[in-house]
């Protein structure tokens, strides 16, 4: 299980397809099998762009470079040969660079030559978007339209890059922006995407954009973009407004990041003025359930994720979704609907993490109250200090992650910046890896106290290897974990103050050390168990075989929330992730720990 295959391509495509073993069967992960020569592609579009550029624009900076209104290209020779474009090297291909067009179409649709079709597109939108005509978009926008096509959007789930999708999404919009208007107007259409555009200015009635494309071979899906009136009066010139409906991008998006979600609409794309902050845009729901709510949302483009605080819903029935969306350039230019068939679960769960972690402080902070005004009672022999000094840091460092956790989620929400939320993960995983591994401090504390009976340990010499394990492993971990995984951008989970996990797997270094100290702890526990036993001889067994149950279920009782066993329950929402009852377990014992720790670590100490 786990291990990894590489195929070579079939002897026409360069590249590898990657096996990964699954329940004993081979399963595609990536393909990067590609026909398409993108580098030749692009500049054969490039050379169409120069030849349209007069000498005194076009200047020799060094050999094998030319600059271009203050911008560096690499140079490219006329001369150069590329299959299929001899024999469209016309004057249209100077204007447009539809002389790529026929064999990128030509080509089958397999995830490397997807992978190459985007990264030609993002070349194109970010080197030859200046005065985007009509010919450049229809040329762009059938490129675009190859690899929307429903019928290929299992592939994209094989593309090597899981950013592919949301890559495409930002060069279209990038480019689309750039469209030159004709006569005041425009509007050009493909199967799986359509672009229109008007001029707009502050005297003309409210502008609206009505798009019906496909969303499959047998099916059209609808979408509707009004700017209100009061908005445009805003606008101190005449100005453009281009808008791009995408049928069949959120399910692209869904198959190519492998992370689930339920986008159940177009994606609507806007290039509006500044002053223009909202719009009005009308979904037509793809699947049309009942008992299931919409969500309108914008796409956050710098933190790559749906964001349902861009809009507001004004209207929701069965067959479509009306959406007060706020447009900004930066950040919110594309807008869709998404369904959740899991949003009681995420309630259910999130009112659990809310109360217990409310309660979970308030028990942490009473309990160190208590052990401060008890202290100098309950820590008389060497084996009670030790206790309770392991108990005090226990407490203390989930005090700190719960606190933490909270603030994390107020950065997330807030968005406030990258940095903070950097910060505010690292001290997390901290503080709730301190946490395991005094739990792993106090397990070795009991077995010492058990097994070595006749072996003397100093409170000094337990002080100084306690907070090294307690505190050392933990900052040493962290430490690495960021140091290994910032540099890639790859430290965060996107769209939470988390560690990583679908790009880097940096989550492993907390589940790693976390799930190994559980186990440590189950075996103290047995140990516990099979000591606190009595053999019994003689009459009376029976009332002694139940006071050495009752002794030995008090203490596991005891001894689960204080070792951390509580989050083995973390295993069960691993191998069954849809059982809501393993999930709100999980939440419950959790969420509740500090209650837990106050509860069985001081009030239930007879001392």
């Excluded at 409906?245 to 992370?259: D, K, R, S, V, Y």
């Excluded at 002053?275 to 359930?289: A, D, G, Q, S, Y």
């Excluded at 008090?554 to 849809?578: C, E, Q, R, S, Y």
Aim: proline fraction near 3%; charged fraction near 15%.
């Amino acid at each position: 299980n786990g291990a990894i295959c590489i195929h070579p391509c079939a002897p026409s495509f360069h590249g590898e397809t990657r096996f990964v073993c699954k329940d004993r069967k081979w399963q595609t992960l990536t393909d990067t099998c590609a026909s398409l020569d993108v580098q030749s592609l692009f500049e054969v579009s490039l050379f169409s762009s120069l030849q349209r550029i007069s000498a005194p624009e076009l200047l020799p900076i060094s050999e094998g470079h030319t600059s271009i209104a203050g911008g560096r290209l690499p140079f490219v020779r006329e001369e150069k040969p590329m299959h299929g474009a001899g024999n469209h090297g016309n004057h249209n291909c100077q204007t447009d660079f539809s002389c790529i067009v026929p064999d990128i179409l030509s080509s089958p649709a397999v995830p490397g030559n997807i992978a190459d079709i985007v990264e030609l597109l993002k070349k194109i939108s970010l080197l030859l978007s200046e005065s985007v005509s009509r010919g450049k978009m229809q040329s762009y926008i059938k490129i675009a339209n190859h690899i929307l096509n429903s019928s290929i959007i299992s592939s994209w789930a094989f593309v090597k890059d899981r950013n592919a999708s949301l890559i495409l999404l930002d060069s279209v919009n990038s480019f689309a922006g750039k469209l030159l208007l004709r006569n005041g107007s425009e509007s050009i259409q493909e199967h799986f995407i359509s672009t229109k555009g008007y001029s707009i200015h502050k005297n003309t009635s409210g502008k609206s954009f009505d798009f019906s494309v496909e969303f499959s071979n047998t099916r059209r899906i609808t979408g509707h973009v009004a700017i209100p009136e009061e908005e445009l009066l805003k606008l101190p010139r005449a100005s453009k407004a281009i808008s791009i409906a995408l049928p069949t991008l959120g399910a692209i998006m869904e198959a190519n990041q492998q992370a689930p979600g339920f986008v159940n609409g177009m994606v609507l794309s806007l290039s509006l003025p500044e002053e223009l902050r909202h719009v009005l845009l009308t979904f037509e729901k793809i699947n049309k359930l009942e008992n299931v709510k919409a969500q309108c949302v914008g796409w956050h483009s710098t933190e790559w994720r749906w964001d349902n605080r861009a809009c507001a819903m004004k209207s929701d029935n069965i067959s479509s979704v009306v959406c007060l969306c706020k447009h900004h350039r930066q950040t919110f230019k594309s807008f869709s609907i998404l369904m959740s068939p899991t949003e009681p679960r995420k309630a259910v769960l999130d009112y659990i993490t809310r109360v217990g972690l409310g309660l979970s402080v308030f028990s942490l902070v009473l309990c160190l109250i208590i052990e401060t005004i008890v202290w100098r009672h309950v820590t008389k022999t060497e084996i009670t200090y030790m206790r309770h000094f392991c108990l005090v840091n226990i407490a203390t460092s989930l005090l700190i992650a719960d606190v933490l956790f909270i603030l994390a989620a107020i950065v997330h929400n807030t968005a406030l910046n990258y940095q903070l939320c950097v910060a505010a993960t690292f001290f997390l995983h901290f503080f709730y890896l301190a946490l395991f591994f005094w739990m792993f401090t106090l397990g070795l504390l009991i077995c010492y106290g058990l097994l070595l009976i006749f072996f003397k340990l100093t409170i000094s010499v337990f002080i100084a290897t306690a907070f090294s394990i307690g505190y050392g492993c933990p900052l040493v971990i962290s430490i690495l974990t960021v140091a290994i995984t910032e540099p890639k951008n790859g430290y965060l989970r996107r769209g939470a103050c988390w560690l990583n996990w679908y790009e880097t797997k940096a989550l492993l270094a907390f589940v790693v050390p976390a799930l190994s100290i559980i186990i440590m702890n189950m075996v103290v526990v047995v140990v516990v168990v099979v000591k606190s036993g009595r053999p019994c001889i003689g009459e009376g067994c029976k009332s002694q075989d139940l006071s050495n149950m009752i002794r030995i279920s008090k203490n596991v009782a005891l001894l689960t929330p204080l070792l951390g066993l509580t989050w083995g329950f973390g295993l069960a929402t691993i191998i069954d992730g849809h059982s809501l009852a393993f999930h709100i377990t999980f939440a419950l014992l959790n969420a509740f720990q500090g209650f837990f720790i106050l509860l069985f670590g001081t009030l239930l100490d007879r001392k």
